[in-house]
């Protein structure tokens, strides 16, 4: 990945100590978080249900700024009346499994440019795009868009607040050796890169 590009990546530390759960979540724990099709209401709340206010669901959107989605995760929005909605149907027409670039001007960098791209309404998800139209979202978007260095420290600051949310009180065990496996377990011979995506 090219993210490297970035001016973000320097070092900072994240607290140590939280505790992860000793099996998979569940399914209605997955989809208990915010789908591409959310709405504002829906983000803004679930992102206070974790402690985390609406410069930190902006900011933490701004991940968006590297990565792909399919088709299938964005096919509301093909019945928009608006020229970059046009144009996603039409990316999409001929193989509705395609992957799309969720930041359509610079995909392989960790930049500022996804909140310039929803000011001019080229956000590729209803959850992305919806952050502009919001009065409780829309100032972080237009600063976060006038200013990169704001958007890497924010960035950072929402990443170790997030961090630190430790839903159900402290179930599970802190991991001394291994994300990938529970402590007094060695890593399967298998997992290799597949286990890294997996477990990301």
């Given at each position: ?74 096919n509301n929005r093909f ?14 027409s001929s193989d509705p ?79 001394r050796n291994s994300c ?21």
């Amino acid at each position: 990945m090219q993210a490297g590009e970035s001016e973000m990546f320097y070092f900072y530390d994240l607290p140590l100590g939280r505790f992860d759960s000793l099996e998979p979540a569940n399914s209605s724990a997955v989809f208990d978080l915010p789908q591409s099709t959310a709405d504002a209401n829906t983000l803004i709340n679930a992102f206070k249900s974790r402690n985390l206010e609406p410069i930190d669901l902006v900011a933490l959107s701004g991940a968006h700024t590297v990565g792909k989605a399919q088709c299938s995760s964005f096919n509301n929005r093909f019945s928009e009346d608006a020229d970059f909605a046009r144009r996603l149907a039409a990316n999409c027409s001929s193989d509705p499994n395609r992957l799309q670039d969720l930041d359509v001007e610079t995909p392989i960098v960790l930049d500022n440019q996804y909140f310039k791209n929803l000011m001019e309404g080229k956000g590729v998800f209803t959850s992305d795009q919806v952050l502009i139209s919001d009065g409780r979202t829309d100032w972080a978007v237009k600063g976060l868009a006038e200013n990169k260095y704001w958007f890497y420290s924010q960035f950072r600051d929402s990443l170790v607040k997030l961090s630190q949310y430790q839903p159900g009180g402290n179930v599970g065990e802190i991991r001394r050796n291994s994300c990938f496996a529970p402590n007094g377990r060695s890593i399967p011979a298998t997992a290799g890169d597949e286990g890294v995506a997996a477990s990301a």
